[in-house]
């Protein structure tokens, strides 16, 4: 006989455990949630939890502890250069600075204590409909045996929480082409002449076919560039690090590590305004269905489309002749006019952004 849960969610970042925790708090659900990687685990990201994402967690009622926190604890906004030579634009944010691993953590097991149940290595192959339900195909790792198996749950309703290469995106909207961008970056100890507690952006096109980055986290200061899949990222991390070396006092002392990821492509000529909430009882939430910022900031976006997506499905339950996606656009719709404003006003504020 087939496991059946009320919810299965995909993906146990910010907006999968914010979903879990709206569902869980209500007492009523049997909630699934699971993670392809082993957790906890590490995820490439700038660590900043801006002011947005803090006042979104304690909508779902949580405040983020100390503990978690790494060093320097707070931030005080971002520093952007546009054109080499010009003056950094200064955007104040009064961030908290976290090692996304610690971070996301935190959240499961908040769900957790809420009983939602966790598996991690295990990962979505498949939705099928049947009749009222879904059925979800889902390859896991078996602890005893270590090898993989598949197994299919039953379930009412699915959220796709799974980023921005979302396979539950590309299960439910097989036609949907997605335009990819690649990040890469470096960490190093040395020395460099930037403020700690500022997030450092350099949009000119002659350091990379994206944008550059540069911060610093505890003792270790990370370096890197995003472009387009495609371009030749470690070309431009070269250049990069010439220019901050010459310009920002740069000395490398020693390499610690290289990363790199895929994610959606906020390098284009226009602005992204996709935001695909679902189908048949499957909703997208945070980056699965693009929503994030031009900076590519996403934990205040996840963290509030995950409550609306648990919000939208209790009040599906209360009412089951209402459209569960129709619920949730509606919730979302302060939210995609906000980040659609967001990108409508840096393209035209910002040519030189436009054209990278």
């Known amino acids: 006989m087939k496991k059946e849960y009320d919810v299965i969610i995909i993906g146990s970042g910010p907006a999968g ?10 007492g009523q659900l049997k909630v699934l949630m699971i993670d392809k990687k082993k957790l906890p685990r590490h995820k490439i990201c700038s ?32 520093k952007i250069q546009f054109k080499i030579g010009n003056d950094l634009l200064e955007i104040p944010e009064r961030y908290l600075n976290v090692w996304r691993r610690d971070f996301d953590y935190w959240l499961n097991i908040e769900a957790n204590k ?12 498949d939705i099928i409909k049947e009749d009222e339900k879904l059925k979800a195909r889902i390859r896991y790792k078996d602890q005893k045996s270590s090898k993989w198996k598949i ?12 980023g921005g290469t ?11 082409k997605r335009e990819t961008a690649i990040a890469y970056q470096e960490y190093w100890k040395g020395k460099i002449n930037i403020d700690p507690q500022y997030f450092h952006a350099f949009m000119d096109r002659e350091l990379s076919a994206g944008y550059a ?11 890197g560039v995003g472009a387009e899949k495609g371009n030749r990222i470690k070309v431009y991390q070269k250049k990069f690090i010439q220019y901050l070396e010459k310009g920002w006092g740069l000395q490398l002392d020693t390499f610690i590590r290289s990363e790199g990821c895929a994610s ?3 390098f284009r000529e226009e ?37 609306s997506a648990a919000e939208s499905i209790l009040k599906n339950i209360d009412h089951p002749s209402m459209d569960v996606v129709e619920i949730y656009r509606e919730k979302n719709k302060k939210l995609v006019k906000k980040l659609k404003k967001n990108w409508e006003g840096y393209y035209k504020r910002y040519e030189t952004f436009t054209q990278i």
Not at 17 to 26: D, E, K, T
Not at 114 to 125: A, N, P, Q, T, Y
Not at 151 to 162: F, L, N, Q, R
Request: hydrophobic share 35%; charged share 25%.
């Open 114 to 125: 809420l009983s939602v149940k966790i598996k991690d290595e295990s990962e979505l192959i």
């Open 47 to 78: 660590g900043m939890v801006s002011r947005s994402a803090q006042n979104a967690l304690k909508k779902i009622g949580l405040d983020i502890p100390e503990v978690i926190c790494t060093r320097p604890k707070k931030g005080k906004g971002i």
């Open 151 to 162: 197994k299919e749950y039953i379930t009412k309703y699915v959220i796709g929480a799974d």
């Open 17 to 26: 455990s914010a979903s879990g925790i709206v569902l869980g708090r209500s």
């Open 213 to 223: 980055f540069c911060n610093k986290k505890e003792d270790q200061i990370i370096i």
């Open 166 to 176: 979302s396979k539950t995106r590309k299960i439910i909207y097989p036609e949907f």
């Open 264 to 266: 959606t492509n906020i």
């Open 271 to 307: 602005p992204i305004f996709n935001h695909l909430h679902g189908k048949n009882n499957t909703l997208l939430v945070g980056e699965a269905a693009d929503l994030f910022n031009i900076m590519g900031e996403g934990i205040p976006s996840a963290i509030k489309s995950g409550k």
